[in-house]
């Protein structure tokens, strides 16, 4: 017998007692819709991102055109399920792309949320997420990464650009 196997043979004979589940940590109860927004737009620019709120005469298509100016051959539009304040996040499903790759080729992202979906903490995100998701991202801000000089990068491993719009519509 190798010593992994040894190894592993001794983990699934040892008997481990389940962990007990989590306790649901309350939502705020005090907290609007528009100060959760607030904190969410803050958040993301802090992380590099861009949020805006779509106003309801405004027709998207505009809008979007005037983010991304003449060239949108490199951006990529997707819908969010729902925001996260705490941390400037945006739930993306899979079932909601044409193809799960499309998040990370986008040199431009815009991902639309509906307005008043948004939720205060992690914890109440996790609750919101579909029991039958088969995948599922938190996006916020744009992909960055730094080597150890120091050089951050943007868009090594994602897009370069991440806009959030909150839809009236």
């Known amino acids: 017998m ?23 940590v309350p939502a705020p ?14 958040v993301l620019s802090e992380v590099g991102g861009q949020g805006i709120i779509h106003s309801a005469g405004q027709p998207m298509q505009a809008l979007l055109a005037e983010l991304l100016g003449g060239d949108q051959s490199q951006a990529m539009v997707i ?16 079932a909601d792309l044409a193809a799960r790759t499309d998040i990370v080729r986008a040199e431009h992202l815009v991902v639309i949320v509906p307005f008043d979906a948004i939720v205060p903490t992690m914890h109440e995100a996790m609750r919101r997420m579909p029991a039958e998701s088969t995948c599922g991202w938190f996006l916020s801000g744009p ?27």
């Open 2 to 24: 190798s010593a992994r196997d040894a190894i592993l043979s001794a983990i699934r004979a040892a008997a481990v007692p389940a962990a007990p589940p989590a306790s649901l």
């Open 29 to 42: 109860a005090h907290i609007n819709a528009d100060s959760l927004r607030n904190t969410f737009l803050r």
């Open 79 to 94: 819908r969010g399920r729902f925001a996260v304040a705490e941390n400037g996040a945006v739930y993306v499903d899979a």
């Open 143 to 169: 992909s960055k990464t730094a080597d150890i000089e120091q050089s951050l990068v943007f868009g090594a491993q994602g897009s370069r650009t991440h806009r959030v719009i909150f839809d009236r519509g």
